[in-house]
């Protein structure tokens, strides 16, 4: 049996030797076209940056601590996924030991059976059976039953061998993964430490600001400058969606300027994609809102500080809570953006865009594929937003639609 599976093995391996070639091709291929999109988002958020005025702004001081806050929440989200992961192994390796062993019994058993029915049951051997003058027929079935008897102990002790080579090559393994775990644990633990030291560092900056910040948010030049650079954002990376798919540039070239006039009036009308196909548009009516809390903020209705209108919606949720992806997607943003703080955009295709602010970490990079429900955040208060939640918006050719409009009530 085990000649079969090495001779298995073999034939298998050879095609799978140039699969793999293949595959590595592949990755390398994922890996520069992964890098090129993140050189060309950084280059836009440049582009952004370099278009402001000089003058300073309150929550921009906020930008360093909240975005270390960002980071180290995701490494402890991957460290958790990494630890979960090896728990996972350490587990069906300890099954994997556990059916070696009955396996193993079960192979000692048929051994001293085999052992004790020639030499307790009184089976001689050849050379005895050729000597005693016995019919040549038996003398000949019994040459053929000890030839199978031993045949049968020397598979069977070969069977132990390989079960003590796969059971030492398994302690082996087990041995490396508690090793890595116990890094993963380290890890974790310094992980938290430094979450709660950049905790206390935003505390400070926002208690030193927060006279300025409170002053500045109710700016209405302000707001409108966030929400114009927010629309030049989705307008930029519509043109990088557009390039990267061979698309001319002028398909979703003036979302921008419709950004910035819908900016000035208070009266926000919502953009009805229309009838429109897709996986993303067949999905109308039927979104789940990406995190479960009290709408503070309507689209359309006028901003408490006066001056815009909510071009999405504002979830009032508890800080650390998860945000979800609406659909699934690629993420074409994951950064910090004035005025909405560590900011997420999904591309769901078909010129729908999905937006999630303010949010204490972003989970999800930049090129992730994400899955419908996926946590690609946590609920938090970043770029200066006085109350924990989440700004959400879904956008299409860089339209704001209603979201409540495509929402499901369940």
């Known amino acids: 049996m085990i000649r079969r599976c090495i001779i298995c093995f073999t034939g298998c391996l050879l095609p799978l030797l140039s699969a793999s070639a293949a595959f590595a091709a592949a990755v390398d291929s994922k890996k520069a076209e992964l890098q090129d999109l993140k050189v060309r988002i950084e280059s836009l958020r440049r582009d952004i940056a370099q278009a402001e005025e000089s003058k300073t702004y309150a929550a921009d001081q906020l930008r360093e601590t909240e975005s270390a806050i960002s980071d180290v929440n995701r490494r402890l989200h991957e460290l958790g996924a990494e630890g979960s992961g090896?728990?996972?192994?350490?587990?069906?390796?300890?099954?994997?030991?556990?059916?070696?062993?009955?396996?193993?019994?079960?192979?000692?058993?048929?051994?001293?059976?085999?052992?004790?029915?020639?030499?307790?049951?009184?089976?001689?051997?050849?050379?005895?059976?050729?000597?005693?003058?016995?019919?040549?027929?038996?003398?000949?079935?019994?040459r053929h039953f000890l030839s199978l008897l031993s045949r049968a102990k020397a598979d069977l002790i070969q069977q132990l061998r390989a079960v003590a080579d796969e059971k030492q090559r398994l302690a082996?393994?087990?041995?490396?993964?508690?090793?890595?775990?116990?890094?993963?644990?380290?890890?974790?633990?310094?992980?938290?430490?430094?979450?709660?030291?950049?905790?206390?560092?935003?505390?400070?900056?926002?208690?030193?600001?927060?006279?300025?910040?409170?002053?500045?948010?109710?700016?209405?030049d302000t707001l409108k400058r966030d929400e114009q650079r927010l629309g030049k954002l989705i307008e930029g990376l519509a043109r990088i969606a557009a390039a990267r798919k061979s698309a001319p540039a002028t398909r979703r070239g003036s979302s921008g300027g419709s950004d910035a006039t819908a900016a000035k009036s208070p009266n926000l009308k919502s953009h009805d994609p229309g009838n429109v196909g897709g996986t993303f548009a067949a999905r109308r009516g039927q979104l789940r809102l990406p995190v479960k809390g009290t709408i503070a903020g309507r689209f359309g209705q006028p901003r408490p500080e006066g001056g815009a209108s909510w071009k999405g919606i504002f979830i009032r949720a508890a800080e650390g809570l998860e945000v979800r992806a609406v659909a699934a997607g690629s993420v074409v943003f994951s950064d910090w953006l004035r005025g909405f703080g560590n900011l997420l955009v999904i591309d769901h295709g078909d010129d729908f865009l999905s937006v999630y602010g303010n949010n204490e970490s972003l989970l999800a990079g930049v090129g992730a594929s994400v899955k419908d429900g996926e946590s690609v955040a946590t609920v938090g208060n970043s770029g200066g937003n006085p109350d924990s939640g989440l700004y959400f918006e879904l956008r299409h050719r860089g339209q704001p639609f209603d979201p409540l409009k495509w929402a499901s009530n369940r």
């Open 172 to 220: 082996d393994a087990v041995r490396e993964r508690q090793v890595r775990l116990a890094e993963v644990e380290r890890r974790q633990r310094e992980g938290r430490a430094q979450l709660l030291e950049r905790k206390k560092q935003r505390l400070k900056t926002l208690a030193a600001i927060a006279d300025r910040l409170k002053l500045q948010r109710r700016e209405i």
């Open 86 to 142: 090896l728990k996972a192994e350490l587990a069906d390796a300890d099954a994997q030991s556990r059916s070696l062993k009955r396996q193993a019994g079960n192979q000692q058993n048929q051994l001293a059976r085999l052992l004790n029915r020639q030499f307790v049951g009184g089976d001689s051997d050849a050379l005895k059976l050729l000597l005693s003058g016995e019919d040549p027929n038996q003398s000949a079935r019994d």
